[in-house]
T-cell receptor
Framework: EAGVAQSPRYKIIEKRQSVAFWCNPI?????LYWYQQILGQGPKLLIQ????????DSQLPKDRFSAERLKGVDSTLKIQPAKLEDSAVYLC???????????FGQGTRLTVV | GENVEQHPSTLSVQEGDSAVIKCTYS??????FPWYKQELGKGPQLIID?????GEKKDQRIAVTLNKTAKHFSLHITETQPEDSAVYFC???????????FGKGTMLLVSP
């Protein structure tokens, strides 16, 4: 069974630039999550999708972050404009349904300089 | 919302020793408690989980215990090996209702 795929693995951008991350969840998984993991901390949920609908985006900085999952499969997370404090690993995860076992991708390490 | 506290933040043991990591949670409605292992440059990987209707679960050298009354759960690793070195995260969730809340992680270092 293929796991959660994310790209790119690494990204370095200057502050105020924009960046986008892509995630392909495990086939058949209805729930998709984007987490932000700052160095030395646990993952923090940014947004959760159930199929193509948003379930929870309460911790997403909506003035600069956006995410979509148009067809209920792949998802993209965008940051525009980026700030230095956005430097982190962005993890995508998926689960068969909300609250069931979540599988994580390898993450995208973002460095904002 | 849920708050998960995890201790210790770092743990160094000798190969063959046991390691214990403890977590507490705040929301008594939480009923699913997974543990993740994260190796350098990789995403978290589920290693064991426990549901609120069970007090203990074991899988080879790894075990998890849950005390619902005290709202704490622990990960126990016996006969540690250098390949157990990683960051371990506990998490809590109300299954089917809420999203995972993670602890801050424990860096486990197993010295040969």
């Amino acid at each position: 069974e293929a796991g959660v795929a994310q790209s790119p693995r690494y990204k370095i951008i200057e502050k105020r630039q924009s960046v986008a991350f892509w995630c392909n969840p495990i086939s058949g998984h209805a729930t998709l999550y984007w987490y932000q993991q700052i160095l030395g901390q646990g993952p923090k949920l940014l947004i959760q999708f159930q199929n193509n609908g948003v379930v929870d985006d309460s911790q997403l900085p909506k003035d600069r972050f956006s995410a979509e999952r148009l067809k209920g499969v792949d998802s993209t997370l965008k940051i525009q404009p980026a700030k230095l404090e956005d430097s982190a690993v962005y993890l995508c995860a998926s689960s068969f349904r909300q609250g069931s076992e979540a599988f994580f991708g390898q993450g995208t390490r973002l460095t904002v300089v | 919302g849920e708050n998960v506290e995890q201790h210790p933040s770092t743990l160094s043991v000798q190969e063959g020793d046991s390691a214990v990591i403890k977590c507490t949670y705040s929301d008594s409605a939480s009923n699913y408690f997974p543990w993740y292992k994260q190796e350098l440059g990789k995403g978290p990987q589920l290693i064991i989980d426990i549901r609120s209707n069970v007090g203990e679960k074991k899988d080879q050298r790894i075990a998890v215990t849950l005390n619902k009354t005290a709202k704490h759960f622990s990960l126990h690793i016996t006969e540690t090996q250098p390949e157990d070195s990683a960051v371990y995260f506990c998490a809590a969730i109300i299954s089917g209702y809420s999203t995972l809340t993670f602890g801050k992680g424990t860096m486990l270092l197993v010295s040969p």
